[in-house]
């Protein structure tokens, strides 16, 4: 089974920019559609963005379109996350997920997601 390690969280300053990453453990990481979600305590797991399997499709949380762009290099088993214009309210622990389902529209579920890492902290400072 995958496992999956976040890297890259941090603070910064409002209109600041950070890039996450997510490394994957096992050999067929090409094979998942990757997603990143967040979330603050008390709220529940938010999407943020999705990517399929070959990199062809995105999906965005509205919130976020414009300012973070998730891409992956299956080469590296590896998906990122820029973020860029970040704002006060971006501030959460953003998880990497992996989806089996090689499907051509990555999901926006976090239900549909089976193996997740273990989050890193994004904290934006106003």
């Known amino acids: 089974q995958e496992q999956l390690v976040e890297s890259g969280g941090g603070l910064v300053q409002a209109g600041g920019s950070l890039r996450l990453s997510c490394t994957a453990s096992?050999?067929?990481?090409?094979?998942?559609?990757m997603g990143w979600f967040r979330q603050t305590p008390g709220k529940e797991r938010e999407f943020v963005a999705a990517?399929?399997?070959?990199?062809?499709?995105?999906n965005y949380a509205d919130s976020v379109k414009g300012r973070f762009t998730i891409s992956r290099d299956n080469a590296k088993n590896t998906v990122y996350l820029q973020m860029n214009n970040l704002k006060p309210e971006d501030t959460a622990v953003y998880y990497c997920?992996?989806?089996?389902?090689?499907?051509?529209?990555?999901?926006?579920?976090?239900?549909?997601?089976?193996?997740w890492g273990q989050g890193t902290q994004v904290t934006v400072s106003s």
């Open positions: 997920a992996a989806d089996w389902a090689l499907t051509a529209q990555p999901t926006i579920t976090h239900d549909e997601y089976d193996t």
């Open positions: 096992g050999r067929s990481f090409s094979n998942y559609n």
């Open positions: 990517i399929n399997w070959s990199g062809s499709n995105t």
